[in-house]
C-alpha cells in the first residue's frame, strides 16, 4: 500500500511539473505534455458515434479523447465503447471482479462502495495538484466524495432537473415583470390565472420521480443547505427525519395540496404531459428539466415563435421559513473518470492516466461543447461567445451555469431502494394521504436498512 501511495504521488507531482506546456487555442486541442509512457491505457465508455449524435456531452467527450489520442502517439489507447445501459451492467460486473479498466466512467451512487472495496483510486491531492484546480466547479465533485476524498474527475455536461420555464408575457399581464421569488406572491398570482381558466405552474408527477428530481431536491436545499445531504450520503450522521427535511416535506404538502398554484392532476400526468399544458398556454409556467427546455424550446420556435421568445428562466421559489441558498437549482454530474488503483504500479502510466482525465474533463472539452452546444463541464469557460446562438439557449445556459448556485439531485446518489420508498410515500403524500413526518420515517428505516 505505501508503495502504491508513493507512486501516486509522484505521478501527481510528475503531471504537475509537464502542465507547463500551454494550450494551442482551438477549442478541440488539448495540453500536448511530453509523458514518458510509452504502451497501452485502456478507458471504458458509453460514449458510442450513436450516443454523440445530438448529444453535446458525447460529442465534446469523443472529439477531446481523439485529440488527445492524436497528441500521443507513443500510447496506444484502447478504448472499450459500450452503450449506456450495457455499460452500466458491464462495468458492475468489472467491478465484482476486481477488474476494472485502467480508466473509465465511475457513477456517483457507486463511489463510496467501491473506495471501501479499494476499487478505485483516492485521486483527492492528485486533482488538487491539475493545472485547471482554480477553474473547477466544485459542486460537481459531490457525487464523487467519501469524506474529504475524491474519486474521480466529473466528466460530460452538467444539466438541470429543476428549472421554472415560464412566459413572460403572461406574468406582465398578472403584475410581475419577472416569476416571483416567493411562493407567496406565487399564490397570489395564481388568483388571477385562475380566474383566466389558467393553471399558475403545470407539474407531472405521474411516473413518481419527478416530485423528487424535479422538485424536492432543491426545495429540500432550501432548508436542509449541501452539507446535510453529504452527511447523508456519506452516512455522517443525517436523517430523513431531521427537522429541517420534514420541513421541506412539510412545504411540499402545503403547496401541492393546500393552494391553488398547480394543476389539479398533478400526480396522475408526466412531465411530458405537464409541459404541453405549458406549450398549449393552458399554463402560465412549467416546473421539469432540462431535457423538458430543450423539447419546449424546440417546439415553440417551430410553432409559435412569440411564445417563444416570451420564454423566461428562473428557479424555485423561496419558501417563508427556510433560510438557506434562495438561488440554488439542482444540476450536477452523475459520471466521473476515475482510474484503477494498479496503475499505480507503473508511475508513468499513472502519470498518462492522470493526464488523460484532466484533458478529456479540462478546458479543452468545456471550450468545445459551450462553443458548440452552449453547454458547461466540470471546467468553468470565461468569455464564451454565445452571440451565435439565440436569445433562449444563452438564456438558459446562464442560468444553467452562470447565474445560480448549484445543490444535489437527490436521487443521483446513495441507491434506487431508498428513492422507491421516497418516491411513492411522496406522492401518496401529495394527495393528502399520509404526514410529512411518516414519509421520512419510511424513508430513514429503508435508508437504514438498504444503505
Known amino acids: 500500500m505505501k508503495k502504491k501511495v508513493m507512486a501516486i504521488a509522484l505521478a501527481a507531482a510528475t503531471v504537475s511539473s509537464m502542465m507547463g506546456a500551454s494550450m494551442v487555442s482551438a477549442a478541440t486541442d488539448v495540453a500536448n505534455n511530453d509523458l514518458a509512457y510509452k504502451g497501452d491505457l485502456e478507458i471504458m465508455h458509453y460514449s458510442t458515434s450513436e450516443e454523440s449524435e445530438g448529444n453535446g456531452g458525447s460529442d465534446g467527450f469523443r472529439t477531446v479523447l481523439a485529440a488527445w489520442n492524436d497528441a500521443h502517439p507513443d500510447i496506444n489507447l484502447n478504448e472499450n465503447v459500450l452503450a449506456n445501459a450495457e455499460y452500466k451492467t458491464q462495468i458492475a460486473t468489472l467491478a465484482a471482479a476486481d477488474n476494472l479498466p485502467d480508466v473509465f466512467l465511475l457513477q456517483g451512487m457507486n463511489t463510496k462502495a467501491w473506495a471501501e472495496q479499494g476499487l478505485i483510486m483516492d485521486l483527492t491531492d492528485t486533482i488538487k495538484a491539475s493545472p ?51 411562493w407567496e406572491d406565487v ?16 407539474f407531472g408527477n405521474g411516473g413518481k420521480w419527478q416530485a423528487n428530481s424535479d422538485f424536492l431536491s432543491t426545495l429540500g436545499d432550501r432548508y436542509t443547505g449541501k452539507d446535510w445531504f453529504q452527511s447523508l450520503i456519506d452516512k455522517g450522521g443525517a436523517a430523513f427525519t431531521d427537522e429541517a427535511f420534514v420541513k421541506a416535506l412539510t412545504e411540499t404538502q402545503h403547496l401541492f395540496t ?8 398533478y400526480n396522475s400526468v408526466t412531465n411530458e404531459d405537464a409541459r404541453e399544458y405549458y406549450i398549449s398556454g393552458d399554463a402560465a409556467a412549467f416546473i421539469g428539466g432540462n431535457w423538458d427546455e430543450s423539447y419546449i424550446a424546440a417546439t415553440l420556435k417551430d410553432s409559435d415563435e412569440e411564445k ?38 507503473d508511475p508513468d502510466k499513472l502519470a498518462a492516466a492522470i493526464d488523460l482525465a484532466q484533458e478529456i474533463t479540462g478546458p479543452a472539452f468545456s471550450t468545445y461543447v459551450a462553443e458548440n452546444y452552449a453547454l458547461g463541464g466540470l471546467t468553468k469557460t470565461d468569455d464564451v461567445d454565445l452571440s451565435k446562438f439565440d436569445q433562449i439557449t444563452q438564456d438558459f445556459y446562464n442560468y444553467s451555469y452562470v447565474d445560480t448556485t448549484k445543490c444535489e439531485i437527490y436521487d443521483s446518489y446513495i441507491n434506487s431502494a431508498v428513492w422507491d420508498v421516497l418516491n411513492t410515500d411522496l406522492q401518496t403524500m401529495m394527495n393528502g394521504e399520509m404526514t410529512p413526518e411518516e414519509v421520512a420515517e419510511n424513508a430513514q428505516k429503508a435508508y437504514e436498512e438498504n444503505y
Open 132 to 182: 485547471y484546480y482554480d477553474q473547477y466547479d466544485q459542486d460537481y465533485f459531490t457525487p464523487f466524495k467519501d469524506g474529504d476524498k475524491l474519486y474521480g474527475y466529473p466528466v460530460l455536461t452538467g444539466g438541470t432537473c429543476t428549472v421554472v420555464i415560464y412566459d413572460k408575457a403572461m406574468w406582465k399581464e398578472a403584475g410581475y415583470d419577472a416569476f416571483p421569488s416567493t
Open 187 to 202: 399564490e397570489k398570482a395564481s388568483e388571477y390565472f385562475k380566474e383566466q381558466g389558467i393553471d399558475t405552474v403545470a
Open 258 to 265: 393546500e393552494t391553488d398554484i398547480f394543476n389539479e392532476d
Open 308 to 345: 417563444f421568445n416570451n420564454i423566461g428562466f428562473a428557479v424555485l421559489p423561496q419558501p417563508a421559513d427556510a433560510t438557506e441558498d434562495p438561488d440554488s437549482q439542482n444540476i450536477g454530474l452523475g459520471y466521473a473518470v476515475a482510474i484503477n488503483p494498479k496503475v499505480a504500479d
